[in-house]
C-alpha cells in the first residue's frame, strides 16, 4: 500500500516563511503533487516533482528527494489569503498512475 | 478553456436513496478521477477512469459505483445512501499519461 504523511496543522505569521514537509512510502514512484485547498472549496494545483531538487514558482517551492520519500512546499512572504490546507499527492505506477493524497496541513497564517 | 465541471453544485438525498453525479473534464482530457473528501477530512480516493474503462478503484463498498462515457464524461452512483456518504465529492481530470490532475468544485451530497 501506500504511506504520505504530513503535519496536521502548522501556523505562521504574516511576512514569514513556512516549510510544510511530506513523507511518503511507495515502490512505484511516478511523481509528487502539492495543491492548495480553501475551506470549502476544490484544491487547486500548485506544484509537480518527478525529478530531485527544487522547483521554484513565484513565492511558491517545492523540493523532492526519491531516495528519501520526501518532499517540502515552502512559501515566502506569506499573505494572509495563503492560509488553507496544503495537500501532498502521489502519483504511484503500481496503482496503475493513481492520484493519492495525504491527509493534508492546515496553514494559518496570523497577522 | 473551460475547466472542470461538476453538477450539481449541492444534492440531498434521504437514507435509502441513490444519488448521481456528474463530471465533464477538460477538453482532451481523458482521465477522470472520483474522491470524497468528508467534513475535516482528507481526499480518499473512489475511483478512476481512463479512455472509458475503470482503471482503479478505492476502497469503498460495490454501492458507489460509476462510469465514463464516450465523450470522458463520467458519472457516480451511490446507491442505498447512508448518512456517513454526507461529503464533498470531488473530480480531477488530467490527460492520459499526463501530470497533474486538476479538479473541478465538487457536489456537495447530504443525506438525511
Known amino acids: 500500500g501506500q504511506n504520505i504523511d504530513q503535519p496536521t496543522e502548522m501556523t505562521a505569521t504574516e511576512g514569514a516563511i513556512v516549510q510544510i514537509n511530506c513523507t511518503y512510502q511507495?515502490?512505484?514512484?511516478?511523481?509528487l503533487f502539492w495543491y492548495q485547498q480553501h475551506a470549502g472549496e476544490a484544491p487547486t494545483f500548485l506544484s509537480y516533482?518527478?525529478?530531485?531538487g527544487l522547483e521554484e514558482k513565484g513565492r511558491f517551492s517545492s523540493f523532492l528527494s526519491r531516495s528519501k520519500g520526501y518532499s517540502y512546499l515552502l512559501l515566502k512572504e506569506l499573505q494572509m489569503k495563503d492560509s488553507a490546507s496544503y495537500l501532498c499527492?502521489?502519483?504511484?505506477?503500481?496503482?496503475?498512475?493513481?492520484?493519492?493524497f495525504g491527509p493534508g496541513t492546515r496553514l494559518s497564517v496570523l497577522p | 478553456e473551460a475547466g472542470v465541471t461538476q453538477s450539481p453544485t449541492h444534492l440531498i438525498k434521504t437514507r435509502g436513496q441513490q444519488a448521481t453525479l456528474r463530471c465533464s473534464p477538460i477538453?482532451?482530457?481523458?482521465?477522470v478521477y472520483w474522491y470524497q473528501q468528508a467534513l475535516g477530512l482528507g481526499l480518499q480516493f473512489l475511483l478512476w477512469?481512463?479512455?472509458?474503462?475503470?482503471?482503479n478503484r478505492g476502497n469503498f463498498p460495490p454501492r458507489f459505483s460509476g462510469r465514463q462515457f464516450p465523450n470522458y464524461s463520467s458519472e457516480l452512483n451511490v446507491n442505498a445512501l447512508e448518512l456517513e456518504d454526507s461529503a464533498l465529492y470531488l473530480c480531477?481530470?488530467?490527460?492520459?499519461?499526463?501530470?497533474?490532475?486538476?479538479f473541478g468544485q465538487g457536489t456537495r451530497l447530504t443525506v438525511v
Open positions: 480531477a481530470s488530467s490527460p492520459g499519461g499526463g501530470t497533474e490532475a486538476f
Open positions: 511507495t515502490s512505484g514512484f511516478n511523481g
Open positions: 516533482n518527478v525529478l530531485d
Open positions: 499527492a502521489v502519483r504511484d505506477g503500481n496503482y496503475g498512475q493513481n492520484f493519492v
Open positions: 477538453s482532451g482530457h481523458t482521465s
Open positions: 477512469y481512463d479512455e472509458g474503462e475503470e482503471r
